[in-house]
Protein backbone atom coordinates (compact mmCIF):
# COMPACT_ATOMS: atom_id res chain seq x y z
CA UNK A 1 0.00 0.00 0.00
CA UNK A 2 1.67 3.47 -0.83
CA UNK A 3 0.29 7.54 -0.54
CA UNK A 4 -1.02 9.35 -3.52
CA UNK A 5 -2.33 12.41 -3.70
CA UNK A 6 -5.72 13.72 -2.24
CA UNK A 7 -5.95 11.39 0.61
CA UNK A 8 -6.12 8.51 -1.44
CA UNK A 9 -4.04 4.85 -1.17
CA UNK A 10 -2.45 2.86 -3.84
CA UNK A 11 -2.74 -1.04 -3.35
CA UNK A 12 -2.55 -4.36 -5.14
CA UNK A 13 -5.77 -5.19 -5.77
CA UNK A 14 -6.94 -8.94 -7.66
CA UNK A 15 -4.89 -12.22 -7.86
CA UNK A 16 -2.66 -13.16 -11.38
CA UNK A 17 -3.53 -13.32 -13.84
CA UNK A 18 -6.16 -10.14 -13.16
CA UNK A 19 -3.90 -8.49 -10.83
CA UNK A 20 -3.62 -4.81 -10.83
CA UNK A 21 -2.83 -1.56 -9.15
CA UNK A 22 -6.06 0.09 -7.27
CA UNK A 23 -6.61 3.59 -6.19
CA UNK A 24 -9.19 4.12 -3.51
CA UNK A 25 -10.47 7.17 -1.09
CA UNK A 26 -9.37 7.42 2.85
CA UNK A 27 -12.63 9.83 2.89
CA UNK A 28 -15.25 7.06 2.17
CA UNK A 29 -13.33 3.81 1.60
CA UNK A 30 -14.21 3.61 -2.02
CA UNK A 31 -12.30 2.48 -4.87
CA UNK A 32 -11.44 5.65 -7.45
CA UNK A 33 -9.55 4.01 -10.15
CA UNK A 34 -7.75 0.98 -10.83
CA UNK A 35 -4.21 1.53 -13.48
CA UNK A 36 -5.07 -0.64 -16.79
CA UNK A 37 -1.54 -0.30 -17.89
CA UNK A 38 -0.56 -2.74 -14.80
CA UNK A 39 -3.17 -5.45 -15.43
CA UNK A 40 -2.57 -8.64 -16.06
CA UNK A 41 1.17 -9.26 -14.51
CA UNK A 42 1.93 -10.28 -11.11
CA UNK A 43 3.05 -7.75 -8.48
CA UNK A 44 5.27 -8.06 -5.72
CA UNK A 45 6.24 -4.81 -4.39
CA UNK A 46 4.34 -1.15 -4.48
CA UNK A 47 5.86 2.29 -2.83
CA UNK A 48 5.57 6.24 -3.79
CA UNK A 49 7.64 8.75 -4.79
CA UNK A 50 7.52 11.63 -2.29
CA UNK A 51 4.95 13.30 -3.53
CA UNK A 52 2.82 10.82 -4.50
CA UNK A 53 2.94 11.47 -8.15
CA UNK A 54 4.62 7.99 -9.40
CA UNK A 55 4.21 4.69 -8.33
CA UNK A 56 6.87 2.24 -8.38
CA UNK A 57 6.15 -1.95 -8.29
CA UNK A 58 7.89 -4.84 -9.04
CA UNK A 59 6.60 -7.38 -11.69
CA UNK A 60 8.22 -10.52 -13.11
CA UNK A 61 11.73 -9.34 -11.58
CA UNK A 62 11.57 -5.65 -12.97
CA UNK A 63 11.08 -2.40 -11.00
CA UNK A 64 8.86 -0.54 -13.17
CA UNK A 65 7.70 3.43 -12.07
CA UNK A 66 3.75 4.70 -13.69
CA UNK A 67 2.14 7.62 -12.93
CA UNK A 68 -0.46 7.48 -10.08
CA UNK A 69 -3.29 8.99 -12.22
CA UNK A 70 -2.28 5.43 -14.80
CA UNK A 71 -0.07 5.87 -18.13
CA UNK A 72 2.70 4.13 -19.73
CA UNK A 73 5.16 2.32 -17.16
CA UNK A 74 8.22 2.75 -17.74
CA UNK A 75 11.27 0.25 -16.82
CA UNK A 76 13.43 0.97 -14.38
CA UNK A 77 15.98 -1.47 -14.26
CA UNK A 78 16.63 -5.58 -12.94
CA UNK A 79 15.07 -5.78 -9.35
CA UNK A 80 13.26 -7.47 -6.63
CA UNK A 81 12.08 -5.25 -4.17
CA UNK A 82 11.88 -1.18 -4.18
CA UNK A 83 11.69 1.39 -1.36
CA UNK A 84 11.72 4.71 -1.75
CA UNK A 85 14.21 6.99 -0.13
CA UNK A 86 12.33 10.30 -0.41
CA UNK A 87 15.46 12.49 1.49
CA UNK A 88 18.19 11.26 -0.63
CA UNK A 89 15.86 11.03 -3.65
CA UNK A 90 16.93 7.56 -4.36
CA UNK A 91 15.30 4.19 -5.26
CA UNK A 92 16.51 1.45 -2.74
CA UNK A 93 16.48 -1.93 -4.90
CA UNK A 94 16.92 -5.10 -3.65
CA UNK A 95 18.48 -7.93 -6.13
CA UNK A 96 17.69 -11.39 -5.31
CA UNK A 97 20.64 -13.59 -6.98
CA UNK A 98 22.74 -16.81 -6.95
CA UNK A 99 25.32 -15.48 -4.37
CA UNK A 100 23.00 -13.67 -2.35
CA UNK A 101 20.54 -10.95 -1.78
CA UNK A 102 22.23 -6.98 -2.41
CA UNK A 103 20.97 -3.30 -2.89
CA UNK A 104 21.72 -1.37 -5.06
CA UNK A 105 20.71 2.55 -4.70
CA UNK A 106 19.49 4.11 -7.77
CA UNK A 107 18.63 8.26 -8.47
CA UNK A 108 15.43 8.79 -9.38
CA UNK A 109 16.42 12.06 -10.95
CA UNK A 110 20.03 10.46 -13.35
CA UNK A 111 23.36 9.36 -11.83
CA UNK A 112 25.41 5.79 -11.90
CA UNK A 113 23.64 3.61 -9.29
CA UNK A 114 25.46 2.04 -5.86
CA UNK A 115 25.78 -1.03 -4.19
CA UNK A 116 25.13 -1.05 -0.63
CA UNK A 117 27.73 -3.36 1.70
CA UNK A 118 26.31 -5.56 3.88
CA UNK A 119 29.07 -6.87 6.19
CA UNK A 120 28.64 -9.52 8.78
CA UNK A 121 26.65 -12.30 9.47
CA UNK A 122 22.84 -10.88 10.00
CA UNK A 123 21.54 -11.61 6.49
CA UNK A 124 18.40 -10.06 4.24
CA UNK A 125 15.15 -11.94 3.55
CA UNK A 126 13.59 -12.31 0.17
CA UNK A 127 10.43 -10.48 1.89
CA UNK A 128 9.33 -7.29 0.21
CA UNK A 129 10.05 -3.79 1.70
CA UNK A 130 7.35 -2.26 3.67
CA UNK A 131 6.06 1.25 1.52
CA UNK A 132 7.55 3.04 4.78
CA UNK A 133 10.90 0.79 5.72
CA UNK A 134 13.10 4.68 5.13
CA UNK A 135 13.21 6.77 8.12
CA UNK A 136 13.77 10.24 8.32
CA UNK A 137 17.37 9.71 9.05
CA UNK A 138 17.69 7.67 6.02
CA UNK A 139 17.97 4.26 7.82
CA UNK A 140 16.25 1.31 6.21
CA UNK A 141 13.60 -1.32 8.52
CA UNK A 142 13.30 -4.54 7.08
CA UNK A 143 13.66 -8.04 7.47
CA UNK A 144 17.02 -9.58 8.63
CA UNK A 145 18.31 -13.47 8.90
CA UNK A 146 20.71 -14.91 11.63
CA UNK A 147 22.65 -18.54 11.80
CA UNK A 148 21.42 -19.07 15.63
CA UNK A 149 17.22 -18.13 15.14
CA UNK A 150 14.79 -19.90 13.13
CA UNK A 151 12.85 -16.31 13.41
CA UNK A 152 13.32 -13.36 10.95
CA UNK A 153 13.68 -10.71 12.60
CA UNK A 154 13.51 -7.08 12.30
CA UNK A 155 16.76 -5.30 11.36
CA UNK A 156 18.21 -1.39 11.14
CA UNK A 157 20.29 -0.51 7.45
CA UNK A 158 22.73 2.40 7.82
CA UNK A 159 22.71 2.63 3.65
CA UNK A 160 25.79 4.85 4.35
CA UNK A 161 27.84 2.42 6.58
CA UNK A 162 26.64 -0.61 5.50
CA UNK A 163 26.07 -1.53 8.88
CA UNK A 164 22.82 -3.83 9.72
CA UNK A 165 21.73 -4.19 13.25
CA UNK A 166 18.86 -6.56 14.93
CA UNK A 167 16.12 -4.80 16.91
CA UNK A 168 16.47 -6.41 19.81
CA UNK A 169 12.52 -8.09 20.78
CA UNK A 170 11.88 -10.65 23.60
CA UNK A 171 9.20 -12.65 21.73
CA UNK A 172 9.86 -15.43 19.51
CA UNK A 173 7.79 -14.47 16.25
CA UNK A 174 8.78 -14.11 12.86
CA UNK A 175 8.72 -10.01 11.98
CA UNK A 176 7.11 -9.03 9.11
CA UNK A 177 7.30 -5.49 7.04
CA UNK A 178 8.84 -3.43 9.27
CA UNK A 179 8.32 0.38 8.85
CA UNK A 180 8.48 3.94 10.45
CA UNK A 181 5.62 5.37 11.64
CA UNK A 182 5.80 9.52 11.60
CA UNK A 183 6.74 10.08 14.98
CA UNK A 184 10.12 8.26 14.51
CA UNK A 185 8.70 4.72 15.91
CA UNK A 186 8.95 1.38 13.48
CA UNK A 187 5.81 -1.00 13.57
CA UNK A 188 5.80 -4.28 12.55
CA UNK A 189 3.72 -7.69 11.62
CA UNK A 190 4.45 -10.20 13.98
CA UNK A 191 3.80 -13.88 13.06
CA UNK A 192 4.63 -16.57 15.75
CA UNK A 193 4.62 -20.15 15.75
CA UNK A 194 2.34 -22.75 17.63
CA UNK A 195 3.01 -25.99 17.91
CA UNK A 196 2.60 -29.41 19.06
CA UNK A 197 4.63 -32.80 19.14
CA UNK A 198 2.51 -36.24 19.43
CA UNK A 199 3.48 -39.61 20.08
CA UNK A 200 2.29 -42.83 18.83
CA UNK A 201 2.39 -45.51 21.14
CA UNK A 202 0.14 -49.04 22.61
CA UNK A 203 -2.52 -49.10 24.63
CA UNK A 204 -1.84 -52.12 26.64
CA UNK A 205 -5.19 -51.85 28.76
CA UNK A 206 -7.04 -51.61 25.35
CA UNK A 207 -4.99 -54.00 22.84
CA UNK A 208 -7.29 -53.21 20.01
CA UNK A 209 -6.63 -49.50 20.32
CA UNK A 210 -3.70 -46.91 20.10
CA UNK A 211 -2.87 -43.81 22.17
CA UNK A 212 -1.78 -40.85 21.01
CA UNK A 213 -0.32 -38.88 23.70
CA UNK A 214 1.31 -35.24 23.51
CA UNK A 215 4.89 -35.34 24.82
CA UNK A 216 5.95 -31.84 24.27
CA UNK A 217 3.14 -28.69 23.68
CA UNK A 218 3.92 -25.05 23.89
CA UNK A 219 -0.16 -24.18 24.80
CA UNK A 220 -0.58 -23.99 28.33
CA UNK A 221 -3.87 -25.93 27.79
CA UNK A 222 -3.20 -29.49 30.12
CA UNK A 223 -2.33 -32.26 27.78
CA UNK A 224 -4.88 -35.14 27.18
CA UNK A 225 -4.50 -38.38 25.32
CA UNK A 226 -6.52 -39.57 21.95
CA UNK A 227 -7.78 -43.22 21.30
CA UNK A 228 -7.46 -44.35 17.58
CA UNK A 229 -9.14 -47.34 17.22
CA UNK A 230 -6.61 -49.90 15.61
CA UNK A 231 -8.90 -50.35 12.45
CA UNK A 232 -9.35 -46.78 11.50
CA UNK A 233 -6.23 -45.16 9.40
CA UNK A 234 -4.35 -42.90 11.36
CA UNK A 235 -2.94 -40.75 8.39
CA UNK A 236 -6.31 -37.81 8.49
CA UNK A 237 -5.89 -37.83 12.15
CA UNK A 238 -2.10 -36.92 11.66
CA UNK A 239 -2.96 -34.46 9.21
CA UNK A 240 -5.10 -32.82 11.59
CA UNK A 241 -2.59 -32.74 14.53
CA UNK A 242 0.09 -31.82 12.25
CA UNK A 243 -1.93 -28.44 11.07
CA UNK A 244 -1.52 -26.99 14.58
CA UNK A 245 2.41 -26.76 13.52
CA UNK A 246 2.68 -23.87 11.21
CA UNK A 247 4.02 -20.15 10.42
Not at 35 to 48: C, D, P, T
Request: aromatic share 6%; glycine share 8%.
Amino acid sequence: MAVVPDRQVAFVFGRPPAQTIAVASLADGRMVRRLERVRGVGIQGLASSADGKTLYYVADGTVWAIPASDGEPRKIRAGDGVVVDAGRQELLIKLHEKQGIRLVRVPIARGAERAISLPGDLRLTRAPFSPNAVGKDGRIALQGSTRDSWFWRPALLDPETGKLERIPIAYEADFDFPGWTSDGRIVRFALPIRSTLWRFRENHDRVRDRVVTPIYSESSSPAQQVVIPRATSCHPQRNKLSSRAQR
